[in-house]
């Protein structure tokens, strides 16, 4: 059985626009996995003051993976392209997160989805609005036009 899957990509370092379609392909490399769809890129400010601005994108995967091993090869994509973890929000090369995971609610000390921040990030929400439809709704109840209409679109740029 497959799943549709929503992963937020950001990059900050080393040409991130470069990153993130070398992660696009990744992606579509992992296995029992397939990539359906990307939203265009965005660049947006750091969530600490005194870094590069982001660029950032969400892809749309169907995968037969299950949330963990999803994780696990999101983490070795992260890797594989230099990521190295020194500070949270820090700059980094590629932050892949798993946003959404089909109608499941995943709560385990690894993983939280839908992602529990995704409410509070432009640069996740408007590419993801692009990805679904306008009524879509979340596996925890949570309209996507509301979360946009709560979250301006302050700080983005398309690109």
């Not at 990153?19 to 947006?44: H, I, K, M, N």
């Not at 750091?46 to 993976?65: F, M």
């Amino acid at each position: 059985m497959t799943v549709r899957a929503y992963i937020g990509l950001g990059s900050n370092l080393d040409a991130p626009d470069a990153q993130l379609r070398c992660a696009l392909q990744a992606l579509d490399r992992v296995e029992s996995t397939r990539l359906v769809a990307s939203s265009a890129l965005y660049g947006s400010d750091s969530l600490l003051a005194g870094q590069p601005r982001y660029t950032n994108a969400v892809a749309a995967l169907d995968t037969g993976l299950e949330p963990l091993a999803l994780l696990d090869a999101l983490q070795k994509i992260e890797n594989d392209q230099g990521r190295v973890r020194k500070e949270r929000w820090g700059p980094r090369t590629l932050d892949l997160d798993l946003l959404l995971f089909g109608d499941r609610v995943i709560d385990v000390p690894r993983l939280k989805v839908p992602h529990y921040h995704l409410h509070a990030r432009p640069f996740v929400l408007y590419p993801l609005a692009e990805l679904v439809d306008a009524d879509f709704v979340l596996a925890d109840g949570r309209r996507l036009a509301q979360l946009l209409q709560d979250c301006p679109f302050v700080g983005l740029e398309r690109l």
